[in-house]
């Protein structure tokens, strides 16, 4: 096991409020990632850090914030959650060694109502 | 033109048979690419990594790389009713100045007993 988690696991919450999703890992990974996931669209990069304080943007990064102060942990904030952030996120860690795939963390389904 | 595409399925093979899922990438430089199988409500797990052009084996998994053609497979003999998942293929390509991992939508398998 990689030691990836996330939390929380499912949230509900109005649009327009802020959310924080988190993801914590164990194993001191250097790269972190953000992905949601939507029917026809498949897992699509949010962010990514390749460090402490490191971050970059991905391909949907809108509407969407992170910070890495640890090298454990990686935040995702919805600054202000719309209904079209409706999604399963998932975190992942780059594994390392010879089949350096990707880890990814259990999922946080979240609702904006 | 998509960058990653896949067949969505589903694909629907007897217990017993060999299960064939294709994947084609747009980015002709790609060198990296990766098999993940997805249960339902779960998240990606990895299963396949291949780099070099021909097959590679990993039990009743092997994985093929063309990269002439842009094409990557993945075949599951002696397919178990346990191998109905989702198979997402994912390619590493340039995207502006980095590299990034790509997910295509994924193929749903059905096997059936």
């Known amino acids: 096991d990689a030691g990836i988690t996330q939390s929380p696991r499912h949230k509900v919450t109005e649009t327009g409020t802020p959310v924080t999703l988190r993801c914590h890992q164990t194993?001191?990974?250097?790269?972190m990632y953000w992905y949601r996931q939507d029917p026809g669209h498949g897992l699509r990069l949010i962010h990514y850090s390749y460090g402490v304080k490191d971050t970059d943007k991905g391909e949907v990064s809108d509407g969407y914030s992170v910070s890495r102060s640890k090298t454990e942990d990686f935040l995702l904030t919805l600054e202000s959650a719309t209904s079209s952030q409706t999604s399963v996120y998932f975190c992942?860690?780059?594994?390392?060694?010879?089949?350096?795939?990707?880890?990814f963390g259990s999922g946080t389904r979240l609702t904006v109502v | 033109q998509k960058e990653v595409e896949q067949n969505s399925g589903p694909l629907s093979v007897p217990e017993g048979a060999i299960a064939s899922l294709n994947c084609t990438y747009s980015?002709?430089?790609?060198?990296?690419f990766f098999w993940y199988r997805q249960y339902s409500g779960k998240s990606p797990e990895l299963i396949m990594s291949?780099?070099?052009?021909g097959d590679k084996e990993d039990g009743r998994f092997t994985a093929q790389l063309n990269k002439a053609s842009q094409y990557v497979s993945l075949l599951i003999r002696d397919s178990q009713p346990s191998d109905s998942a989702t198979y997402l293929c994912?390619?590493?390509?340039?995207?502006?100045?980095?590299?990034?991992?790509?997910f295509g939508t994924g193929t749903k398998l059905q096997v059936i007993p």
């Open positions: 992942a860690i780059k594994s390392t060694g010879a089949n350096y795939g990707y880890t």
């Open positions: 994912a390619v590493n390509m340039r995207s502006g100045g980095y590299q990034k991992v790509t």
């Open positions: 194993e001191n990974h250097r790269y």
């Open positions: 291949i780099y070099s052009n």
């Open positions: 980015d002709r430089v790609s060198q990296s």
